[in-house]
């Protein structure tokens, strides 16, 4: 159930935002093994006028940018699933954003499975129920 916030540098255009939704919901399903049936994915666009990297704009420098905040359950995923995530996501956005500045970021956010959850359960509730109904 992560909650994925990408920010893309540009003008709003909805073609981009599905692409690149699809993109991290499928990169997430298959390397962090999260649920797609349970990911969300909000696309928000900043004009590359008010986005700067070492001082400059991306329209001075002729360049795009994005950045990505995946919430996920804390302990659900190694260090290499992790890298492998970064590396992979990086690589689909180059493919899809013109002139890629290598200043984009990505930060997988593991938060405590007690403190998040969607529908107003926690994850931990959950976890829990699944275990007692296993028994």
Do not use: C, H
């Amino acid at each position: 159930m992560p909650l994925l916030d990408v920010k893309l540098s540009g003008t709003p255009d909805a073609a981009l935002a599905a692409t690149v939704a699809a993109t991290l919901a499928d990169l997430t399903a298959r390397i962090l093994r999260k649920d797609p049936s349970v990911t969300a994915v909000a696309v928000s666009f900043v004009p590359r006028e008010q986005w700067f990297v070492g001082g400059a704009s991306l329209a001075a420098k002729n360049a795009s940018s994005f950045a990505l905040d995946i919430q996920v359950v804390d302990g659900t995923n190694t260090k290499d699933e992790k890298a492998a995530y970064l590396e992979a996501v990086f690589a689909a956005m180059a493919g899809l954003l013109p002139e890629l500045d290598p200043e984009s970021y990505i930060l997988v956010r593991e938060v405590k499975a007690d403190a998040y959850g969607y529908g107003g359960r926690t994850q931990e509730s959950r976890y829990v129920e699944k275990k007692l109904k296993a028994a």
